[in-house]
C-alpha cells in the first residue's frame, strides 16, 4: 500500500491543477435530487466533491489514503470559509452536525464503513468492487448514492487508466448494488467510456432525516 499512497502523493505534488478540478458533471447535475443529511465522498482526493456538498449544507465526510490530496482540500476549504477537520478514524456521524468536512486519511482497502450512517454517498471515479456491499449498508433508509466511473470501453480512448482491474464491464454498474433501487443509470462511449448510476435506498427516513428536513 506505502508504493500506491506514494503514487498518488506524488502525482498531486506534480499536477495541483489537475487536482483542482471541478465537481463531475453528474454529481452537479444530481445534487437537487438529493436528500439533506450526512454525506460522505468516498476517495475524496483533493476534495472537489467534499466542498461542493459542504457548500449546500451537508455535513460531509470525505476518506482518502493520499495525505497529498487532503492537504489541498484542507486548504481550499479554509479559503472558502468551510469548516474542516482531520482524522484519522472513520465513524458513524454521532449526532446532526452543522454543514463543514471532516477528512479521514484511511485506506478503503481495510477500513470499514460505518453502517447506517450517510444520507448521501458520492464515488467517482474510484472502483472497489469488495466496498459495494459496505456502501448499501452504510446509506440510511432513503439515502442515494451517486456512482460513476470509467467502464472498459474507455481502453478505446488514448487517455486514461488502463489496468481492466479498476474498470467497469458494460452494465455491471446497473446491477452491483441489488438493495437499491436505481432512478438513473447510463454508459457513454463518446471521448471516454464511464458509467452512471444514482440509486436510493428503500425504507422509512429515519428521525435524524426529519430534522434535516425541518431545516432545509
Known sequence: MSSTLDAWDERYREGPEQAAATPSPI???????????????????????????????????????????LDLAEERARTAGVFVRRTTRLEEPKHRSVSGITLVQADLQSTPLPADSFE???????????????????????????FETFTRAHL?????PRNPEFLLESHELRSAFPGLRTIFYRELRAGKGIASLLAEKSGTSSPRGDQWNQRA
Open 27 to 69: 454529481v452537479s447535475e444530481l445534487l437537487p435530487l438529493l436528500p439533506v443529511g450526512h454525506a460522505l465522498d468516498l476517495a475524496c482526493g483533493a476534495g472537489r466533491h467534499a466542498l461542493l456538498l459542504a457548500g449546500r449544507g451537508y455535513a460531509t465526510t470525505g476518506v482518502d489514503v493520499a495525505g497529498r490530496g
Open 120 to 146: 448521501v454517498i458520492v464515488c467517482v471515479h474510484y472502483l472497489q468492487r469488495s466496498l459495494f456491499p459496505q456502501i448499501e449498508q452504510a446509506l440510511r433508509p432513503k439515502g442515494m448514492l451517486v
Open 156 to 160: 478505446e480512448f488514448a487517455a486514461g
